[in-house]
């Protein structure tokens, strides 16, 4: 039982250029959420899905998309990567009454 | 539109000292609250879970309440240590929307000194 992984655990980036984050976890939960953490601003949704072929916007979508083709999987894309976007990425899944498990992070730099 | 307090921002105490961490949000008709703990660098790790319909729960020297209609929740640590020194974020899902969303505050920031 892995939980949920996160892939790739770090990545930079040139402005402009485009990346997918992957997101898988083997828990069977319904629900999975991408956050991103900058420093003094804790988590912020960016996106999240309630279940597989259905996406929704967080807080701060503006950038990002999202695609659930699996149950299992959830992927963050960035089409053309800002500095702004330099961030540490976390993926985390529940189910409807639990709290969500978080996955180990994703180290973002775009130059 | 669900939004997460999370005073003080920072908290420095001597060791063995009993404290108390607080979450607000906004909007009552959430489904459940969550408390984290974030070391530098690192994941989150949870702590203690309570839902809706629960008023604590409790977890060695860590006891969390909620009052849903006061829009709070506590966080005690009993007896505080040094390896207590992390971060600690509070989640909140859910709210009038009705969406099982994760709404967190930007965090404690503490520090137990030895």
């Given at each position: 039982?892995?939980?949920?992984?996160?892939?790739?655990?770090?990545?930079?980036?040139?402005?402009g250029?485009?990346?997918?984050?992957?997101?898988a976890?083997?828990m069977n939960?319904?629900?999975?959420?991408?956050?991103?953490?900058?420093p003094?601003?804790?988590?912020?949704?960016?996106?999240?899905?309630?279940?597989?072929?259905?996406?929704?916007?967080?807080?701060?979508?503006?950038g990002?998309?999202?695609?659930?083709?699996?149950?299992?999987?959830?992927?963050l894309?960035?089409?053309?990567?800002a500095?702004?976007?330099?961030?540490?990425?976390?993926?985390?899944?529940?189910?409807?009454?639990?709290?969500?498990d978080f996955?180990?992070?994703?180290?973002?730099?775009v130059t | 539109?669900?939004?997460?307090?999370?005073?003080?921002?920072?908290?420095s105490?001597?060791?063995?000292?009993?404290?108390?961490?607080?979450?607000s949000?906004?909007?009552?008709?959430?489904?459940?609250?969550?408390?984290?703990?974030?070391?530098p660098?690192?994941?989150?790790?949870?702590?203690?879970?309570?839902?809706?319909?629960q008023?604590?729960?409790?977890?060695?020297?860590l006891?969390?309440?909620?009052?849903?209609?006061?829009?709070?929740?506590?966080l005690?640590?009993?007896?505080?240590?040094p390896?207590?020194?992390?971060?600690?974020?509070?989640?909140?899902a859910?709210?009038?929307?009705?969406?099982?969303?994760?709404?967190?505050?930007?965090?404690t920031r503490?520090?137990v000194?030895?």
């Amino acid at each position: 039982n892995a939980g949920v992984t996160q892939t790739p655990k770090f990545r930079v980036l040139k402005t402009g250029q485009s990346m997918t984050l992957l997101c898988a976890q083997d828990m069977n939960h319904e629900y999975m959420y991408w956050y991103r953490q900058d420093p003094g601003m804790g988590l912020r949704l960016i996106h999240y899905s309630v279940g597989e072929g259905t996406t929704a916007k967080g807080e701060v979508p503006d950038g990002y998309n999202v695609s659930r083709l699996k149950k299992q999987n959830f992927l963050l894309g960035l089409e053309s990567a800002a500095p702004s976007q330099t961030s540490v990425y976390f993926c985390a899944s529940s189910y409807r009454t639990s709290g969500p498990d978080f996955g180990p992070g994703t180290r973002l730099t775009v130059t | 539109k669900q939004e997460v307090t999370q005073i003080p921002a920072a908290l420095s105490v001597p060791e063995g000292e009993n404290l108390v961490l607080n979450c607000s949000f906004t909007d009552s008709a959430i489904y459940n609250l969550q408390w984290f703990r974030q070391d530098p660098g690192k994941g989150l790790t949870s702590l203690l879970l309570i839902q809706s319909s629960q008023r604590e729960q409790t977890s060695g020297r860590l006891n969390a309440s909620l009052d849903k209609s006061s829009g709070r929740s506590t966080l005690y640590i009993a007896a505080s240590q040094p390896g207590d020194s992390a971060t600690y974020l509070c989640g909140v899902a859910g709210g009038t929307s009705g969406t099982y969303k994760y709404i967190f505050g930007t965090g404690t920031r503490l520090k137990v000194l030895a």
